[in-house]
């Protein structure tokens, strides 16, 4: 498919493109049409190559945003990017009628943190629409997730998971091939969680998917580089991003696309290096 060629050259920087008035670290910033529209071409121009738009905030805590509110945001917006830019687009909710509609609009893949669990028509309109579907995983809801997760063996669970999803996936219509999975770093995971997964990637890379990593500005590094303040936690994101691209990332979500472009570059010259 297009998109596989598209994105051979990896490793794929995904640039976030938050359209809310609350997201935990540029909430509000985008949220003039206008202004996430330029910022998305920004992004384009900076080195991503492709932009996640999101219409609900799903840091922990949150509270859900009505079907009518997301399509207000973010079909303006991918309809407004794509008359001005031909860079894919990827639509993050886990709604059926926003995927549907947004895909209707422009967009290239769909981003579904619950795995097409919180919509039972996710999976068909995934299918019907034949285009690439990241699968996270999560651990409750954004509302509940971060109150005492616990796990045995945090990276075999989730890759436990993993199969059961993409076996759900492919008995639904979609595509093995189109199917990108996603830990779910900070989705119902403590500090402690989020490390390991990020250091034992090659359990969850031998399930023969591309993966996609987000860790940019979450709380867990925050937490690690002793700052409440999300714009503080830049060093440590591109840490994780680097470590994350060696351990076998295929992808990376981000919102610094100018700086996590250079430790791409850099990445994949020293992954390249003839031994």
């Not at 949220?31 to 996430?36: G, I």
């Not at 330029?38 to 799903?58: Q, R, Y």
């Not at 005492?148 to 996936?169: C, H, L, M, W």
């Not at 867990?220 to 076998?248: C, H, K, Q, Y």
């Amino acid at each position: 498919m297009a998109w596989r060629k598209r994105f051979k050259d990896k490793p794929v920087i995904m640039g976030i493109l938050n359209v809310t008035p609350d997201s935990f670290f540029d909430g509000g910033s985008y949220y003039p049409r206008e202004r996430a529209i330029d910022h998305a071409l920004e992004m384009a121009e900076g080195g991503a190559d492709i932009i996640d738009v999101g219409g609900e905030s799903t840091r922990p805590g949150s509270e859900p945003t009505s079907l009518g509110e997301e399509l207000d945001r973010v079909l303006p917006v991918i309809e407004g990017i794509r008359k001005r830019s031909s860079i894919p687009l990827s639509i993050d909710t886990y709604k059926a009628a926003v995927a549907r509609a947004a895909v209707a609009s422009g967009a290239d893949m769909v981003n579904d943190i619950s795995s097409l669990s919180f919509d039972e028509d996710m999976a068909g309109v995934v299918a019907a629409s034949g285009v690439p579907v990241v699968i996270q995983h999560i651990k409750g809801t954004p509302r509940d997730m971060q109150k005492n997760p616990s796990y045995q063996d945090v990276t075999g669970e989730i890759k436990e998971f993993f199969i059961e999803r993409i076996a759900y996936a492919r008995s639904c219509g979609i595509d093995e091939d189109d199917i990108i999975i996603d830990p779910g770093i900070g989705f119902g995971k403590r500090v402690s969680d989020n490390l390991t997964i990020i250091r034992e990637l090659g359990r969850l890379k031998e399930l023969g998917r591309p993966l996609l990593i987000g860790t940019s500005m979450k709380s867990f590094i925050g937490r690690i580089m002793g700052t409440d303040l999300p714009a503080e936690r830049a060093e440590g994101t591109l840490a994780s991003v680097a470590i994350s691209l060696w351990n076998g990332a295929d992808m990376v979500r981000v919102h610094d696309v100018v700086r996590t472009k250079k430790v791409v570059k850099f990445m994949k010259a020293l992954m390249e290096v003839q031994q």
